[in-house]
């Protein structure tokens, strides 16, 4: 019996894999998540409770794991955070919509035209009555 395995259509969405099928950005956080991440469990079990530890660890994990995973349109956690942060506070609320009205600019064009063929037309005047 034949086997098929997927193949992605858009190549450009594949990532390579570095080690146990984690990519160099998921190593790099989960990395940083478990050095910081170890030490305050240990340091919150010394208080005697070991459900409390177990919380402060995965609350201080946590961020990391998002930084590592999340994705949305191919874009990491820090880029959409990013710019939900200039949508919301940055930038202005209210954008005014200002269009062009490339009608008036061509009248305004004619007009100029006008003027300046009435001024050639005058100097001509001027210049054959001397």
Known sequence: ????????????????????????????????GALIGVPVFFLLKSSGNLSLAALGMMAVMLPLFFLAMYEKDGQPLEV????????????????????????????????VEMEVNRIVQNSRKVDSEE
């Open 80 to 111: 959409v955070a990013k710019h939900f942060y200039e949508a919301k506070f940055k930038r202005p609320k209210t954008r005014p919509y200002k269009t062009k009205n490339y009608y008036a600019l061509l009248v305004q064009q004619a007009d």
């Open 1 to 32: 019996m034949a086997s098929y395995i997927s193949v992605p259509r858009d190549l450009s969405k594949v990532k390579t894999k570095v080690f146990m099928n984690l990519t160099k950005r998921q190593i790099l956080c989960f990395g940083a």
